[in-house]
T-cell receptor, first 112, second 111 residues
């Protein structure tokens, strides 16, 4: 089974702070995704990538940057964090867009 | 763009009964419909999917039905067990577009 890991698992920052969330997958999947999960909204896609150096915009990209440095590593950057970005963030990977996605354990972010 | 509506936000059933979760979608070009399960405090994992070339798919106690005319699909869990209690998410995607998730259904299986 695909292994997707995320770090940190929990993060607290202040408004205006910089945050980097990390994701690594070890199954050589082409696609990697960043989602946020909020009650009442399900999962919403922030950014995704189909390979190193590629970035695609998702449904809720405002306030977020992302970078795919290698096949394995995908980072989500919040450069000026705001309280509205308090959420549970999931990374996922899949071989293709219409294939099973394998999710990481999640990062809980609190912006004070 | 695609929108996916998940009709039941909560659902309670008795152990052994069937549970049905319904979703509708808006994009007639959608062709892939997976379901994911999230147990309390955990991440999501895939449970079953259906593609638009079939209208029914079964995996053990899980059945997915797809009605393309009505743009509706549903997850049926038969002979429910306490370990089926979780949040279930439906999702849809069309062609080269990403998955759009529904808002989730909290299923509780009561003993």
């Amino acid at each position: 089974e695909a292994a997707v890991t995320q770090s940190p698992r929990n993060k607290v920052t202040v408004t205006g702070g910089n945050v980097t969330l990390s994701c690594r997958q070890t199954n050589s999947h082409n696609y990697m995704y960043w989602y946020r999960q909020d009650t009442g909204h399900g999962l919403r896609l922030i950014h995704y990538s189909y390979g190193a150096g590629n970035l695609q915009i998702g449904d809720v990209p405002d306030g977020y940057k992302a970078t795919r440095t290698t096949q394995e590593d995908f980072f989500l950057l919040l450069e000026l964090a705001s309280p509205s970005q308090t959420s549970l963030y999931f990374c996922a990977s899949s071989p293709g867009l219409q294939d099973t996605q394998y999710f990481g354990p999640g990062t809980r972010l609190l912006v004070l | 763009g695609e929108k996916v509506e998940q009709h039941e936000s909560t659902l309670s059933v008795r152990e052994g009964d069937s549970a049905v979760i319904n979703c509708t979608y808006t994009d007639t070009a959608s062709s892939y419909f997976p379901w994911y399960k999230q147990e309390a405090g955990k991440s999501l994992h895939f449970v079953i999917d259906i593609r638009s070339n079939v209208d029914r798919k079964q995996s053990q106690r899980l059945i997915v039905l797809l009605d393309k005319k009505a743009k509706r699909f549903s997850l049926h869990i038969t002979a429910t067990q306490p370990e089926d209690s979780a949040i279930y998410f439906c999702a849809a995607s069309s062609g080269s577009w990403q998955l759009i998730f529904g808002s989730g259904t909290q299923l509780t299986v009561m003993p």
